[in-house]
């Protein structure tokens, strides 16, 4: 084939029996991936298409898939690794006499992009969340079927699990992973068999999408001279492939179809190559191409999005029913992901080793090293069994032997969304990106028919634009398209630990104690339960301290009751496991906080309920306090009091409050604080505890913790002492030396809070400037009207500004932001999530 003219590649070989010798090698190399078999133990011998890519898909045997797995890159990669070796020399030969260092050098001019590698680079990060995500969703579940010993502890897959001989795409064992198993499911291969689909109807169902959108229909040549079915009479090269015979009618696919949805995808890809072809067969030939070759890998690719959404399914008598549910929705996603998602870093990585071999950067023999470490790296997959420098598994893959540049098809999976979305919007559809059909719209058929017949008369961006509207590869259609299922993801791996190391360990995990197993399975029961509990006795929480009535309190203390007597029986069957040696150690974690249950540790019953009811009791107290000085007129200390201390400078007044607030809360609660702290140390010391203190500060696990404390306090005093000393100074000036102590000290209760624990309501008296800008906004917010609500909506702005997000529905129905008239509440402000 020819690119342009005089960018012949490896022909511009000057030495004749040099090209002659590559053009062999090239040959020889082909011929042992396309005559290669596996022969099993058992005496059965596969070849790659249908028997072992049909095993890989299926058998969930983990001996019986590695045995796949070891044979094939025996009898492929490990016989050509040699011959590759030369022919790469060659190769670099035959393009250094076009100017190029190199055959990757080469290659990568194609895309006429200075900034091409950085570009696909940052395109691979953007996408790197997703794909760890659903990497781990994934591992999770292999591990609980195979059994967490056979995989590494540096947090890698093993190559031979995933549904495929090379783990590109993960999609054959959907059913391993399936989120929602009760709701509809899209692998319609049951189906395909099940109506008797042979071949030719595949191929007919695909020419008819194309056709829909009025693009061009397969001409007769094309249905009487392709190969779609694998000959029984003779060896060939089944991988799938379309040709352009550049005679502007004959135009082929050669392909060893199989009846499942997966070669459903593939005749749209391959049919994608032969529309191309089609619509530019007028271009001169140099331009009898695509616009780079990655968007030649998309055109098919991009209808199969259409093709595979379950409405679509549906309308072409492939799928009978289709739930309209979040749980479906995922379902589907997900499915997408491990065909779209899954194949990212492999296609991204393939040509970074081939350009680093090319390169001369990888010498020969480290070609299987460097393989593994992005492999490692990027994928996030490991080899089942220990490899070494005489392997050569990039020969295991169809594209390597082929020679077949392999950064087409990560170009491809980012465009062919961008494609998915321009044709979308064109075709009027305005849902999520991932429900868009676009069958039957003549404008989107229009539109890319546009693209199409460019070829490569112009620079891709050019064509970009064209259909997108802007000229770059973007990941955001992507990214937009799969948003569901990463907040999905998100929430399933939440306190597992995310991703992989870079390189691949031989360690594996230790195989799981039948004890370990089990208390994996409480955990999943005691979260459940404990989720309800922790509702019910947040919800009473709630009632009281936005009602205080002698009933509520009542309620309230047989909820705490209630939580604590979970939370002993909890911890006691947590006991029962030995998970301070448990391998997992976010399940470790986990039993750790379960057994930590502070006070309800009380075994005894009555001192349980007394230490609540004098928790209770002492809130009460706290909460019906008010300063009556005289008169009816009794204060609340939310808003009445703090109205007078933001405002009030009369030293009498002032002293008053002060002194009644103390009055009618921490004097009344002395007693019962007292037996409270007694018996809350008795709780704690049941967890060989000292005491309260000493389990208050256990949670940040910091053995230095006070004198970290210390010191910290220590660097601030200088600044403080700095402050204290000018606030007093002001403050004498204004009330009177007189009622300051030689001591130094501030009385307590001029500083407008309290507990003197804030100053800022000083301000006015303190300003250092006082024709300068002042920040407080108070003022304004009164002049403007501002509501509680109007406030809590533009602190909720700030939050969302970020990208953080907004307060959900029932925080704006049930959360109280205003002190409701007629009954006793605690104002203090306080948050309760309820689960
Ligand atoms: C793509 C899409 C879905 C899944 C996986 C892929 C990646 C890749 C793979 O690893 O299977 N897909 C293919 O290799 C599909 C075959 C092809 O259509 O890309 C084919 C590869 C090939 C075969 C023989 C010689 C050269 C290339 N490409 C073409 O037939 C082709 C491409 C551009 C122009 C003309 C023909
Ligand atoms: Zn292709």
């Not at 790469?88 to 035959?94: A, I, K, P, Q």
């Not at 619509?279 to 030649?296: E, I, L, S």
């Not at 390169?359 to 480290?366: A, H, I, L």
């Not at 306090?625 to 109205?643: A, E, I, M, S």
């Amino acid at each position: 084939m020819f690119r342009m003219i005089s960018d012949i590649g490896t022909d511009a070989m000057k030495d004749e029996a040099k090209l002659a010798r590559m053009n062999t090698l090239q040959s020889d190399i082909e011929g042992i991936y396309a005559k290669a078999t596996v022969s099993f133990s058992d005496g059965q011998t596969l070849a790659l298409e249908p028997g072992l890519t049909q095993l890989m898909a299926s058998s969930r045997n983990y001996t019986k898939l590695q045995e796949a797995w070891i044979g094939w890159r025996d009898n492929t990669g490990k016989l050509m690794r040699d011959k590759y070796a030369d022919f790469v020399t060659l190769s670099n030969e035959g393009v250094s006499s076009l100017g190029y260092h190199d055959t990757g050098e080469y290659w990568r001019s194609w895309y006429e992009s200075p900034t091409f590698e950085p570009d696909l680079q940052k395109l691979l990060e953007e996408l790197k969340p997703l794909y760890s995500n659903l990497h781990t969703y994934v591992r999770e579940k292999l591990m609980d079927l195979y059994g967490r010993d056979k995989f590494p502890t540096s947090g890698q897959i093993p190559a031979h699990l995933l549904g495929n001989m090379w783990a590109q795409q993960w999609n054959n064992i959907y059913d391993l992973v399936i989120p929602y198993p009760d709701k509809t499911s899209v692998d319609v291969t049951p189906e395909l068999k099940n109506q008797s689909y042979t071949p030719l109807r595949m191929f007919r169902t695909a020419e008819e999408f194309f056709k829909s959108l009025g693009l061009l229909p397969m001409p007769d040549r094309f249905w009487n001279k392709s190969i779609i079915v694998k000959p029984t009479d003779r060896k060939m090269v089944c991988h799938a492939s379309a040709e352009d015979f550049y005679n502007q009618k004959d135009f082929r696919i050669k392909m060893c179809t199989d009846i499942n949805m997966e070669d459903l995808v593939t005749i749209h890809h391959e049919m994608g190559h032969i529309q191309y072809f089609m619509q530019y067969k007028d271009q001169p030939v140099p331009f009898r191409d695509g616009a780079n070759p990655g968007f030649h890998e998309a055109v098919g690719d991009t209808l199969a999005l259409s093709v595979a959404t379950p409405k679509h399914l549906q309308t072409i008598g492939l799928l009978n029913s289709v739930e309209n549910d979040e749980g479906s929705d995922i379902n589907y996603l997900l499915s997408m992901a491990l065909e779209k998602i899954a194949f990212l870093p492999f296609g991204y990585l393939i040509d970074q080793w081939r350009w680093s071999v090319f390169s001369g950067e990888t010498p020969k023999d480290k070609f299987n090293d460097k393989w593994w470490e992005l492999r490692c790296k990027y994928q996030g997959v490991s080899p089942p069994v220990e490899r070494t420098s005489t392997d050569f598994d990039p020969g295991a893959k169809y594209h390597i032997p082929s020679n077949t540049p392999y950064i087409r098809y990560f170009v491809s999976f980012v465009v062919q969304f961008q494609f998915h979305k321009a044709l979308c919007e064109a075709a009027g559809q305005t849902g999520p990106l991932h429900k868009c059909d676009i069958y039957r719209s003549k404008e989107a058929g229009t539109k890319l028919g546009d693209m199409l017949r460019l070829g490569s008369s112009k620079p891709w961006p050019y064509a970009m634009e064209a259909l997108t509207g802007q000229p770059n590869m973007s990941a955001k259609a992507l990214m937009d398209y799969f948003a569901p299922l990463t907040a999905w993801l998100e929430k399933q791996n939440a306190g597992k630990q995310v991703g992989w190391q870079d390189a691949c360990s031989n360690q594996r995990h230790a195989p799981l104690s039948a004890n370990e197993q089990q208390a994996k399975k409480w955990l999943t029961e005691y979260n459940m339960a404990a989720q309800e509990v922790f509702y019910e006795e947040t919800e009473v929480e709630w009632t009281y301290a936005t009602n205080i009535t002698d009933y509520n309190q009542q309620k309230q203390t047989e909820a705490r009751l209630k939580l604590a007597d979970f939370q002993k029986e909890a911890a006691a069957n947590a006991s029962r496991f030995d998970w301070k040696h448990f391998d997992d150690e976010q399940v470790k974690r986990q039993f750790s906080k379960i057994s930590d249950i502070g006070t309800s540790a009380l075994t005894d019953k009555n001192k349980l309920k007394k230490l609540n009811d004098l928790q209770s009791e002492i809130e009460g107290i706290y909460g019906k306090g008010k300063v009556c000085l005289g008169g009816n007129k009794c204060l609340t200390l939310d808003p009445d009091l703090y109205d007078i201390l933001t405002s009030s400078r009369n030293y009498t007044e002032l002293t008053l409050i002060w002194q009644e607030w103390r009055n009618v809360t921490g004097k009344k609660m002395k007693d019962k604080y007292e037996e409270f702290v007694r018996l809350s140390n008795e709780g704690v010391r049941e967890l060989g505890y000292n005491d309260t203190g000493e389990y208050w500060r256990s949670v940040y696990d910091t053995p230095t913790f006070q004198k970290d404390l210390q010191k910290l306090m220590e660097q601030l005093k200088p600044l403080y002492e700095q402050l204290h000393a000018y606030v007093r100074k002001k403050l004498k000036k204004i009330y009177g030396a007189e009622h300051f102590p030689a001591s130094g000290h501030i009385p307590a209760h001029l500083f407008g809070n309290m507990w003197a624990q804030e100053w800022e309501n000083l301000y006015d008296l303190m300003e250092p400037y006082k024709n300068k800008a002042k920040v407080d906004v108070t003022p304004e917010l009164v002049r403007q009207n501002y509501t509680a609500h109007r406030m809590f909506k533009t602190a909720e702005e700030f939050f969302t500004s970020l990208g953080l997000k907004p307060m959900p529905e029932t925080f704006w129905n049930k959360s109280m932001i205003v002190r409701p008239a007629g009954r006793d509440v605690i104002c203090h402000c306080f948050c309760l999530g309820f689960l």
